[in-house]
């Protein structure tokens, strides 16, 4: 039975490439959520007026990946350091957050910034939110890395990055790592 996790990281594109990734991962689909406009448009989130995160809803088998793996995984590929940004990325749209679906998700959400924060020197930032309206992002943000992301310059220097450290420190949970392997 499949199970979602809803995870912000900044760019949508760049999480959701990192997730297409995982072993187990069967959906990742981009959108927003967290704000108070229903059915916002990229334009109105970009703007950040909102109150939305661009975020993806990752559908899971959890036979295969675990949830705290997969926030591992989110924890490991991004900067849960910094306020309302990713790299060049600026606005509350940025946020690093977590949206659980179910208390033993939020509980687990809580462990795993205490096993994140192990790792850093400066506090994790990363917010858990109520996990409200999910709002899908317009079709060409949908499989962008796939689609369109190779020829994005700002993908192309965020991105490959992303998947080798996905690669290198996840080696058993990426498809292109055990394939490789």
Same mark, same amino acid.
């Given at each position: 039975?499949?199970?979602?996790?809803?995870?912000? =990281?900044?760019? !949508?594109?760049?999480?959701?490439?990192? !997730?297409?990734?995982? &072993? =187990?991962?069967?959906?990742?689909?981009? =959108?927003?959520?967290?704000?108070?406009?229903? *059915?916002?448009? %990229?334009?109105?989130?970009? +703007? #950040?007026?909102? #109150?939305? $995160?661009?975020?993806?809803?990752?559908?899971?088998?959890?036979?295969?990946? /675990?949830?705290?793996?997969?926030?591992?995984?989110?924890? $490991?590929?991004?900067?849960?350091?910094?306020? +309302?940004?990713?790299? +060049?990325?600026?606005?509350?749209? %940025?946020?690093?957050?977590?949206?659980?679906?179910?208390?033993?998700?939020?509980?687990?959400?809580?462990? $795993?910034?205490?096993?994140?924060?192990?790792?850093? /020197?400066?506090?994790?930032?990363?917010? &858990?939110?109520?996990?409200? +309206?999910?709002?899908?992002?317009?079709? @060409?943000?949908?499989? @962008?890395? *796939?689609?369109? =992301?190779?020829?994005?310059?700002?993908?192309?220097?965020?991105?490959?990055?992303?998947?080798?450290?996905?690669?290198?420190?996840?080696?058993?949970?990426?498809?292109?790592?055990?394939?490789?392997?």
């Amino acid at each position: 039975m499949t199970e979602y996790a809803t995870l912000a =990281g900044g760019c !949508f594109w760049c999480t959701e490439a990192v !997730f297409k990734d995982v &072993i =187990g991962v069967e959906s990742v689909e981009s =959108g927003y959520i967290g704000g108070t406009v229903d *059915d916002p448009t %990229y334009r109105q989130v970009c +703007n #950040g007026d909102t #109150g939305h $995160a661009e975020a993806i809803r990752v559908g899971f088998d959890p036979e295969k990946v /675990s949830y705290g793996d997969l926030l591992d995984i989110f924890f $490991a590929t991004h900067d849960p350091t910094q306020l +309302n940004r990713q790299g +060049n990325d600026v606005g509350t749209q %940025y946020r690093s957050a977590i949206f659980p679906m179910t208390v033993m998700q939020e509980e687990q959400a809580n462990q $795993a910034i205490k096993r994140a924060q192990e790792d850093q /020197s400066k506090p994790i930032v990363t917010t &858990i939110e109520q996990a409200d +309206n999910w709002f899908p992002a317009e079709d @060409y943000h949908q499989d @962008y890395w *796939d689609t369109e =992301g190779k020829r994005n310059p700002y993908c192309m220097a965020v991105i490959p990055p992303k998947l080798q450290k996905l690669r290198k420190s996840f080696a058993a949970r990426s498809k292109a790592a055990t394939v490789a392997a």
